[in-house]
């Protein structure tokens, strides 16, 4: 095990929750994984910003690193799957939650969680996109497979958030015809930047509605769950589906039964943290076909671990456009 040093973000206990503070520290002080990866860059997503912000217990073993996806290089490895100079992502699977994560200049992990990088990706287009992307991808195709093909109307909430940005460029580079619903009307030539045709207003799905609404999507991508979820499904056209994957909104689903057996409406969770590793190869393996450069840095700024504490108050208020990619 290496004794060099090397920065990282560490969360610790306090008497008042707990401090988080950008340290010096070794290998020693990471888990016992058996691949070593030098993090070349991380993430920033609403779950990271719960986790600096001390909110949902989502550091469960303090002190550790937060930080739940990670990209760059193996520097060591006792898995016989991978070798130094490897190029490998890695999201999910409780990293960054109850084993230390991507906010350090290293990181030691199972190989079993660890997947190469295409050759069409990078360590920086991966965490341009990180584990949202990879989230936004999945959604897409959970509707594919269940049908909802290219041409369809499709509705993407939260669509300025880092889901829901990557998954309108996703949607419309595939031919769907794209409305993007937020709260923030000053998104909107970013969101059609991105390939919406239509910007929905947050307010209009915001309240509660009727057990059925008009017919309007085909599918839909939901990042967001409570109420607006509820309304979204609604207004779902017989046969359709709605993929969801987040609870930025709200944790609950105060619906009925209707869309489900009058209309034939399929709701579709998508989970990204255990998500088994041949879908994840497949989806990165898309996502750098389907992705360019351009679309890299539409959807991506940059920031460093300096700038994190600030980036949590923001992402929590709402006040993130796109992706955080995190110069490690």
């Known amino acids: 095990m290496s004794t060099e ?25 990471l888990p016992a994984g058996d691949v070593t990866v030098g993090v070349e860059y991380s993430s920033f997503n609403y779950k990271d910003g719960l986790a600096l912000k001390g909110m949902s217990r989502i550091l469960r073993a303090l002190p550790m690193v937060p930080g739940i996806d990670f990209a760059g290089t193996v520097r060591a490895s006792d898995n016989p799957g991978f070798a130094p100079g490897d190029k490998v992502v890695l999201t999910g699977w409780g990293v960054g939650e109850n084993w230390s994560g991507g906010f350090a200049e290293r990181a030691k992990v199972k190989g ?29 195709d959970a509707l594919e497979r269940y049908g909802i093909t290219e041409g369809g ?26 409305s993007a619903l937020t709260g923030r009307p000053a998104e909107a030539d970013f969101l059609k930047s991105l390939g919406a045709t239509d910007i929905v207003d947050r307010a209009t799905y915001a309240a509660a509605g009727k057990p059925l609404a008009g ?10 769950g ?20 987040g609870l930025a909104a709200a944790t609950d ?12 409406v399929a709701l579709l969770g998508v989970d990204s943290v255990n998500c088994p590793t041949p879908r994840r190869l497949a989806a990165w393996t898309r996502l750098g076909e389907l992705l360019t450069e351009a679309d890299f840095d539409l959807v991506t700024r940059e920031v460093t671990l300096e700038d994190l504490p600030q980036v949590a108050e923001d992402i929590i208020a709402g006040g993130v456009r796109g992706r955080t990619v995190v110069r490690i």
Not at 18 to 29: L, P
Not at 154 to 176: D, E, I, N, P
Not at 226 to 245: D, F, K, P
């Open 215 to 224: 017919e309007r999507w085909h599918g839909a991508v939901d990042t967001v």
């Open 226 to 245: 409570g109420t607006i979820l509820a309304n979204v499904l609604a207004a779902t056209r017989y046969g359709g589906a709605v993929a969801a994957c």
């Open 112 to 140: 079993e969680w660890l997947v190469k990088l295409p050759a069409s990706l990078t360590p920086r287009h991966a965490m341009a996109i990180g584990t949202a992307g990879l989230t936004a991808m999945l959604c897409v």
């Open 153 to 178: 109307d499709v509705l993407v909430t939260g669509a300025a958030g880092g889901v829901g940005s990557v998954a309108v460029r996703l949607l419309s580079r595939l031919g769907y015809k794209v």
């Open 253 to 264: 689903l105060p619906t009925t039964v209707f869309p489900f057996i009058l209309r034939n």
């Open 5 to 29: 040093t090397f920065r990282a973000l560490m969360a610790r206990k306090t008497d008042a929750g707990q401090a988080i503070a950008i340290e010096t520290i070794t290998e020693a002080d």
